[in-house]
């Protein structure tokens, strides 16, 4: 399940749609132009995962503050990783291309929780499944 806010959300919905899935959106704000973090009612609970991307930098809105959610929370950290205080605990798993807060392009920063290890598909290649790093 994704929440989409900008161009960066919108590019993962499409990679999930190249992976075979079909990615249900439960909050847009693109009929705003990405103008703001939509509205969200109440996230269904049989979600394997609730995705956001936390800061839009093209249209400059970001998450104050992560939604509650059963499902985890899988966070694109990409634009705002260590650059504000935010309450990580609700995450399952956080990921963030380190080029603009941590380090050169090219590195990757991925925090997930250890249960999350145990969903990885299979039938991924090695080289992508978090559990081989971990």
């Not at 080029?99 to 969903?119: A, F």
Request: with cysteine; charged share 20%.
């Amino acid at each position: 399940m994704y929440i989409n806010t900008g161009t960066w959300s919108t590019k993962v919905i499409a990679e999930a749609r190249l992976q075979g899935l079909d990615p249900i959106v439960a909050a847009s704000s693109e009929d705003q132009q990405f103008s703001c973090i939509p509205e969200l009612r109440e996230l269904p609970t049989q979600a394997p995962y609730v995705h956001i991307t936390s800061n839009n930098t093209i249209k400059g809105t970001h998450w104050a503050s992560f939604p509650k959610t059963d499902s985890p929370l899988v966070v694109d950290m990409s634009s705002d990783i260590l650059s504000r205080p935010m309450d990580i605990s609700s995450c399952g798993m956080i990921y963030a291309g380190a080029q603009k807060n941590l380090g050169p392009s090219g590195v990757t920063l991925v925090i997930i929780r250890k249960d999350l290890l145990e969903r990885v598909p299979r039938n991924l290649p090695t080289m992508l499944r978090y559990e081989t790093h971990a």
